[in-house]
């Protein structure tokens, strides 16, 4: 009999019978060879089975039905697909050895086990683990088969993967659902990732900025000129920094030290998926899921490049000869002149920045292949180009610089100066035809502080320690504390490759990978879930949170269920499955974790007051606060005291409820009596059917009001100081002031 060849995709499959059995006859939905059949899966052909398929009770949400934890899970074929499901069934039949050559990681092994299970095959399995598919390696790969029950482990944890999201996502969407009567997405993953955008969104509400200055010496001495930077605390003070200026402007220095270092910066690290999405990211605003999908395009249709879904940045001991090959392999390509330039010695089993067998647990890092790039779109030609580039950077010696540090002291007064002297080009020589890539601290904020304050030149920089120095000018800039920046896809991967810990150095997020939130594989599909379900919208790059988005969260946190938006809690179940597929943890054990788990929720939940309606409506807050009329006086005024009672019965909920709106404050409208709560585009009192008119409209004078602003203006009559934009457009330091207690009607001081 022959062997069934069962891969994920069509495209994988007829590249598989290219290399094995070229002379297969084509059949539409399979390729018939002398030795083997090759078909193929189309995705998931194999589903968990919705509540309803349990009893038929399910098929309306009830509360009072849950939790709905199955003893065993069903599995149903996908109809869409079903027909291909029908043709592996028949093709077993004629064959006594399976070969399994789905995608070679955890939902490639689940696809698989599914079918195996759902169509009972019992035939003895072969494992096909290969990391391109290139002629050469399928081939290869069929010499090396592995034994089907060496991934056992895998699959186990590819399975509590599935039945964990179900059985959360099941019982947290349906509790939540029929509690507060608006379709509501809850996940084992996509809820601790609302969370990070949430937690940020409020740090971004809460700022306030602060106005700073920064003084800069020009110094002289001979032909050489440079700058520093005053050392000293945060000058918040102006006509204190002027002063200084002036003390210092015109007058003789001297140098107190001078040290020169030199420095090697190193190539950066071969790509994982994670870290190819960032850079897709912020280099050509691709979308997550958009380089995944043209990674895979790479990989499986022009097997262009090596297996895409790694978490990987290292390669082993044999891979160092592929990565021989495929250097070779670019001559003659665009890169030609970069081939010329390599330097293959660099690239061997010795070197830890590149082959670390270590780290290299499923795939490694994502390389070219040796096969010549042709047809590719222009989007495709983009990944490919950073792709190539990185992988061309390992081939050249580290950048060389001399670090000049200066301190210079003049009428007592300290200035740093750092000029860093380019001596070799090295690997930036790859993108010397591109916008200069800068190197990414691993040191943090302050670091990265230091670094704007450093002046990167080409040519040749030093000054004489014991020679006369002149401060011939001093330059006060005035800068603002910035808030925290919203999450793009970029930024957002990287905090859920790190479950949401600001880890900046490498070694550290390396450790952290086995805890991230999602795979490589799945976390772009949870950024285009929380878009499709209406929880966060796009403005430019930026991810900003809807009303929905924010309530959700509220909710959850509100019904004491905190684990489910924790990032950590769920970065550590993601470890477990890890382990899990290492054979070092009990399926069983987390299983019934995940099962109390969702019982809690329900429980929770039931008690939980109902929220009211309003509370998911409104619009998305502009990621930037639109500017606001006002205008210069002491004391303007804002067309919010003009709002009718009926503007002001939208901003406020109809009644108050269980404290899913949020209560603010007593309204402080004399002899009202009422509470401001939150609505969908101010803060409005109860009592609005009683004729109370008061409302502060959210968007004010430039600036998008937080609950503790709100408070402020209702409790102090003022915020505390602000950037705000006035009525012909300028921006003015000032505070936002209540100004007629009856209407909510604002205006500012501004000094």
């Known amino acids: ?27 539409r939905s399979y390729l018939e060879g002398e030795q083997y059949i090759i078909t193929w899966a189309i995705g998931h052909l194999i589903e968990l089975a919705e509540p309803d398929q349990y009893d038929d009770k399910y098929k309306k949400w009830n509360i009072n039905h849950l939790p709905i934890i199955p003893d065993e899970f069903k599995l149903i ?106 379709l509501l997405s809850v996940g084992r993953v996509q809820t601790p990732v609302l969370a990070l955008i949430y937690d ?25 000129t440079y700058r520093g930077m005053w050392q000293g605390e945060r000058l918040t003070d102006g006509p204190k920094v002027e002063a200084l200026a002036a003390k210092v402007k015109g007058k003789p220095a001297r140098i107190i030290s001078y040290e020169v270092k030199e420095t090697k ?94 780290k290299v647990e499923d795939h490694h890092a994502i390389l070219p292949t040796n096969r010549k790039a042709t ?45 860093k002297e380019l001596l070799q080009l090295g690997w930036k020589v790859i993108y010397a035809d591109q916008k200069k890539e800068k190197a990414k601290s691993s040191k943090g904020k302050e670091k990265e502080e230091e670094e704007d304050e450093e002046v990167e030149v080409n040519e040749p920089f030093s000054i004489d320690p014991q020679g006369n120095v002149l401060c011939h000018d001093a330059i006060v800039k005035e800068k603002d504390t910035q808030p925290p920046k919203h999450f793009n896809e970029g930024t957002l991967l990287k905090a859920m490759e790190s479950a949401g810990k600001q880890i900046e150095d490498e070694e550290l997020r390396d450790a952290m990978k086995d805890s991230g939130l999602g795979t490589p594989a799945t976390r772009a599909a949870t950024i285009e879930r929380l878009k499709k379900v209406g929880y966060i919208d796009m403005q430019g790059k930026k991810i900003v949170l809807t009303q929905k988005g924010r309530t959700v969260v509220e909710l959850i946190r509100g019904a004491g269920i905190e684990l489910l938006t924790s990032p950590e809690m769920t970065g550590q179940w993601e470890r477990r499955l890890n382990e899990i597929s290492r054979g070092t943890a ?29 509370a998911f409506e409104g619009e998305t807050p502009p990621a930037s606060a639109p500017k606001r009329s006002s205008s210069r006086s002491t004391s303007t005024s804002t067309t919010g005291g003009a709002k009718t009672a ?25 002899g009202c009596g009422g509470s401001l709560f939150m609505g969908r585009k101010g803060y409005g009192c109860s009592h609005y059917k009683e004729g109370c008119k008061f409302v502060i409209w959210k968007e004010s004078f430039g600036r998008n009001l937080t609950d503790a602003q709100v408070q402020a203006l209702v409790n102090k009559g003022k915020t505390t100081k602000l950037k705000l934009v006035l009525a012909d457009g300028s921006a003015a330091d000032g505070r936002i002031v209540l100004k007629n207690i009856d209407t909510g009607e604002l205006g500012t001081e501004t000094e």
């Open 375 to 419: 047809g590719l779109s222009p989007d495709e030609q983009k990944l490919y180009d950073l792709i190539v580039r990185r992988f061309l950077s390992q081939f050249y010696p580290p950048a060389e610089y001399k670090v000049h540090t200066v301190m210079t002291e003049v009428e007592q007064e300290m200035f740093k100066t750092t000029v």
């Open 646 to 670: 009926a503007a002001a019965k939208k901003a406020a909920p109809a009644k108050q409820t269980d404290g899913a709106s949020t209560f603010l404050a007593t309204c402080p409208r004399p």
């Open 586 to 614: 009990s399926d069983e054990q987390f299983m019934h974790n995940v099962k109390r788990f969702a019982t809690l929720i329900v429980d929770k939940v039931r008690v939980q007051a109902r929220a009211s309606k309003t």
């Open 200 to 224: 940020r969104q409020k740090q971004i509400e809460a700022f306030s900025s602060l106005k700073f200055y920064e003084l800069e010496g020009h110094f002289t001495q001979g032909e050489t």
């Open 77 to 182: 074929p996908n109809p869409r697909t079903y027909d291909q499901l029908k043709v592996i069934a028949e093709l077993a039949k004629k064959c006594d050895t399976l070969v399994n050559a789905c995608d070679a990681g955890r939902e490639g092994q689940h696809i698989f086990s599914l079918i195996q299970r759902h169509l009972k095959l019992n035939q003895p399995v072969k494992r096909l683990w290969i990391s391109d598919l290139t002629s050469e390696t399928i081939r290869n790969g069929f010499a090396t088969l592995k034994d089907g029950a060496e991934y056992e482990n895998l699959t186990r944890a590819a399975r509590s993967r599935s039945e964990a999201d179900w059985l959360i996502g099941m019982n947290g969407s349906r509790a939540f659902t029929t509690k507060h009567n608006v």
């Open 1 to 27: 009999m022959k062997t069934l060849i069962i891969a994920e995709k069509p495209d994988m499959g007829r590249n598989i019978a290219a290399a094995i059995e070229p002379k297969a006859k084509n059949l």
């Open 265 to 358: 910066e190193y190539p950066f690290k071969l790509y994982d998926l994670t870290l190819l999405q960032r850079e897709a990211n912020g280099k050509y605003a691709f979308s997550a899921k958009k380089t995944l999908d043209t990674a895979q395009a790479l990989y499986e249709k022009h097997k262009v490049i090596s297996y895409p879904r790694t978490n990987s940045n290292y390669v082993t001991e044999q891979n160092i000869p592929e990565m021989h090959k495929s250097l070779s392999a670019l001559q003659g390509t665009a890169y030609h002149e970069l081939v010329q330039g390599a330097n293959r010695n660099l690239v061997h089993k010795n070197n830890k920045f590149i082959c670390n067998p270590s």
